[in-house]
């Protein structure tokens, strides 16, 4: 048997018309692994939703707890207001990612409506995108208010310039790491990014659909 | 759309060969060589509404396919939802299968199986009878460079396929 190169190369080149009378791809084939692969990329943005979703019921339970046991021996109402602001913010944020999961769950995928189903996808998505950063920032407020509401106290205990140091001059630079991190851009999270992704293949896909 | 997709599929079924030689080569379990070939398929399709004519068909679906193989190669990832291409009527046949397959054949792509991928896609479009041009362009190795590492594949190769001759 020949174990040359080029004797195996001339065998190679026997072979290669057998390749070619192989089986063909149709084009409903093409247009079902289309679908298919769809059907992945919704069926993974839908559990990131639900697990977040998860999460952010978990965060929602433990700021209630912290309120309804006066975890920081709040003498005043007012005090309670960062707590509350982060627990809805929690809740609303996981209310929007089970209303998307169910959005997303409620959507057909077949043949006929392939490029509808994309788009209510898309738009579902992205709604959710833009309502996830204003939840973002009233959560991140309300958390940068908290130390305040822990300054009477501090006060009454260290006196006004201790309690001060204790709690603004951490704040301070707390704020300036996270502007700093913000402009770097160190706050793109892994799992926003892997939406975007998810989105710019729906986004892909429903082109390849929509072009003439 | 549908012209898009005649025009596509007609296309792709007439350099049809070249996927399954990819997935022959790059896979080895018959599942594995399921999924590279539908990744491929969805990865041209993807890219051919901004396929320009300047270069050939062939020229970018070898890039195309041999891109979509060593990542895939390269990447660990959990397997997305596939349609069955039994069901399909596509089978994807061991080289040995091939009704002009002899032992000789058989020997090469156990041998190629040794390379690395990128060795593994130079060999393939050397065999193939691609020009230097044509393996520059695809592998975005300079002209004077495909040469040079054709010649090391090459004895890599040969140096493989003396053991197993000797071993014959």
Partial sequence: MATTFEALQAAWQTCDQQWQTQKK???????????????????????????????????????????????????????????????????????????????????????ESLAGGLRQAIDANERHLKMSHKIWWCYFMAGAAFPFTCLPAAIAKRGTAEALGYLVIPLVIILGMVLLAKKMGWFKSSKQESLKRHLAELESHLAELEAA | MALLEAEFTDLLNQHIGLIYKVCNIYCADKEDRRDLFQEIV???????????????????????????????????????????????????????????????????????????????????????????????????????????????????????????????
């Fill in chain 2, 42 to 168: 969805l990865q041209l399709w993807k890219g051919y509404a901004g396929f320009k004519q300047e270069a050939r068909f062939s020229t970018w679906m070898y890039r195309v396919a041999l891109n979509t193989a060593i990542s895939n190669y390269r990447r660990v990832r959990s397997r997305p939802r596939r349609v069955s291409l039994e069901d399909a009527g596509i089978d994807i046949p061991d080289p040995g299968a091939l009704p002009t397959a002899n032992e000789s054949v058989k020997l090469l792509y156990q041998a190629i199986a040794q390379l690395t991928p990128v060795e593994k896609a130079m060999i393939l479009l050397h065999l193939d009878g691609c020009t230097y041009q044509e393996m520059a362009a695809i592998t975005g190795i300079s002209n004077n460079n495909v040469g040079v590492k054709l010649n090391r594949i090459k004895s890599k190769l040969e140096k493989i396929l003396a053991v197993y001759g000797n071993n014959i």
């Fill in chain 1, 25 to 111: 791809v149709s084009e409903r084939l093409i247009r079902s692994m289309i679908r298919e692969r769809s059907v992945t990329t919704l069926a993974a943005m839908g559990r990131q939703n639900l697990l977040l979703a998860g999460l952010f019921l978990l965060y929602t339970a433990f700021f209630i707890a912290c309120i309804v046991g006066n975890a920081f021996d709040y003498t005043a109402v007012v005090f309670f207001i960062p707590l509350s602001v982060q627990a809805v913010a929690c809740l609303v944020g996981a209310l929007l990612l089970l209303s998307v999961y169910q959005r997303i769950k409620n959507i057909s995928l077949a043949n």
